[in-house]
């Protein structure tokens, strides 16, 4: 799907890139085994790319949508769909919540197998909630924000956004 405004390019770019990364974490997570013994050496790295996915981009893109972009859509009458999108935020900050402190003690070698259990439950969770999140938001709100921005709040906005 090839959009018309910055924003939504932008918004369509960082969503690839984490869809990306989340296959990557879907794929070694739900084939890492619960016992430390036969754990892939890599997944401490992956663990550490997913803790930065958490800390800064889901952060400041569900940020920017809720304060920029869900006002907007529900000030053009799509107030469901922006409330149903802000729900979804909802649940993915509480699995981040859960889910960050165990991808950091990953990253830096320190989970035991207790706890690289219950990362490999909360990572599966977060690419199942994510990846269906976006595949809403490139159907849905994506189309719509080329529909609601003109060239001047497009351009300002997007240029706010790269500045985050």
Same mark, same amino acid.
């Given at each position: 799907?090839?959009?018309? *405004?910055?924003?939504?390019?932008? #918004?369509?770019?960082?969503? %690839? #890139?984490?869809?990306?990364? $989340?296959?990557?974490?879907?794929?070694?997570?739900?084939?890492? @085994?619960?016992?430390?013994?036969? %754990?892939? @050496?890599?997944?401490?790295? #992956?663990?550490?790319?997913?803790?930065?996915?958490?800390?800064?981009?889901?952060?400041?893109?569900?940020?920017?949508?809720? *304060?920029?972009?869900? @006002?907007?859509?529900?000030?053009?009458?799509?107030?469901?769909?922006?409330?149903?999108?802000?729900?979804?935020?909802?649940?993915? *900050?509480?699995?981040?919540?859960? $889910?960050?402190? #165990?991808? %950091?003690?990953?990253?830096?070698?320190?989970?035991?197998?207790?706890?690289?259990?219950?990362?490999?439950?909360?990572?599966?969770?977060?690419?199942?909630?994510?990846?269906?999140?976006?595949?809403?938001?490139?159907?849905?709100?994506? @189309?719509?924000?080329?529909? $609601?921005?003109?060239?001047?709040?497009? *351009?300002?906005?997007?240029?706010?956004?790269?500045?985050?």
């Amino acid at each position: 799907m090839t959009f018309q *405004r910055q924003v939504s390019r932008m #918004l369509d770019d960082e969503h %690839r #890139l984490n869809l990306q990364l $989340l296959g990557r974490v879907e794929q070694a997570f739900a084939q890492a @085994p619960r016992s430390g013994a036969a %754990r892939d @050496p890599e997944l401490p790295t #992956l663990a550490g790319a997913f803790v930065r996915h958490i800390e800064q981009d889901i952060g400041r893109h569900f940020d920017f949508e809720e *304060r920029e972009l869900f @006002p907007r859509m529900a000030d053009a009458g799509d107030g469901d769909m922006a409330a149903l999108l802000i729900e979804e935020h909802e649940a993915i *900050r509480t699995v981040a919540g859960e $889910l960050l402190p #165990l991808a %950091r003690a990953a990253a830096a070698g320190t989970l035991d197998d207790t706890g690289w259990g219950e990362l490999k439950r909360s990572a599966l969770e977060m690419v199942e909630r994510q990846v269906a999140h976006i595949q809403k938001e490139t159907m849905a709100l994506l @189309p719509l924000i080329d529909d $609601l921005l003109d060239e001047g709040s497009d *351009r300002e906005l997007a240029f706010a956004y790269a500045a985050v």
